[in-house]
């Protein structure tokens, strides 16, 4: 999986940078058997409105299909937090649908 980071003039600290990392790393559960892993890309976009509000934008692109969240908030671990959750959460209803119709069809 190919990720890109978009800091538009902020500078994470380590502790940030470490626990974001972290959390990205549970997107790739989902894509364990993926054949082609190279055409899996993911932007994560980060910006801090007027040192008060975090804003987290994460675009995952896929061969098939193309997941994108964002979220607010005033604290940054928060923000992760929130837009990794609505991402997770796309993700499961799309696997699941995908089960649904292969089971189905």
């Known amino acids: 999986m190919n990720i890109k980071y978009l800091l538009n003039g902020v500078k994470l600290s380590e502790k940030e940078d ?7 790393k549970k997107v790739g559960k989902f894509f364990k058997n993926c054949k ?52 997770l959460k796309q993700l499961r209803r799309y696997k699941d649908k995908m089960v649904t119709i292969s089971r189905n069809g």
């Open 36 to 87: 082609q892993p190279d055409e899996l890309r993911l932007e994560v976009d980060i910006n801090q409105d007027k040192k008060t509000f975090w804003r987290v934008e994460i675009m995952l692109r896929t061969p098939r299909k193309t997941f994108r969240v964002e979220k607010i908030n005033k604290e940054f671990m928060m923000t992760v937090d929130d837009v990794m959750e609505a991402l």
């Open 18 to 24: 470490e626990y974001l990392e972290k959390r990205i």
